[in-house]
């Protein structure tokens, strides 16, 4: 049996150097409310912003994101520290830390895409705590 270098260009396709795919790279940031329901009128709980920064270089959306949502409903205050790879439609994410109560905080998040208007996005956000 020998050793040798492994050959990454079978796990990840190289990137696409000649700019032809052109979103490699490309950062999102966002800023949203976070409110009791999917009513954007609904009682705000806090606010979650963030980046996504394209991973891939095909057509694909393959996103780094990492997020941090403030939270304050009245009984629970602070901040967590949400991050993974996001791709088109429902995600997992890990939730690695966090602030005030939820100081340690660990676990994983479910991200569903709901829908959007010209000034609205929805997202549902589903927590787990270990």
């Known amino acids: 049996m020998g050793f040798g270098l492994p050959d990454l260009g079978t796990l990840i ?3 696409d150097s000649s700019g032809s795919t052109g979103t490699f790279g490309q950062t999102q940031l966002f800023a949203f409310n976070v409110t009791e329901s999917a009513d954007p009128s609904s009682l705000l709980l ?3 912003r963030g980046y996504a920064v394209q991973a891939s270089s095909t057509a694909d959306f393959h996103g780094v994101e990492v997020e941090v949502l403030s939270y304050a409903d009245g009984s629970l205050n602070g901040t ?3 991050q993974g790879l996001i791709i088109a439609g429902t995600n997992e994410i890990a939730i690695v830390g966090g602030t005030g ?3 340690g905080a660990r676990g994983y998040g479910i991200i569903t895409f709901l829908n959007s208007t010209a ?3 929805l997202y549902q956000h589903q927590l787990f705590f270990l």
């Open 13 to 15: 396709t190289p990137i």
């Open 46 to 48: 806090g606010s979650m």
């Open 80 to 82: 967590l520290s949400l």
């Open 101 to 103: 109560d939820f100081c």
């Open 119 to 121: 000034t609205v996005a």
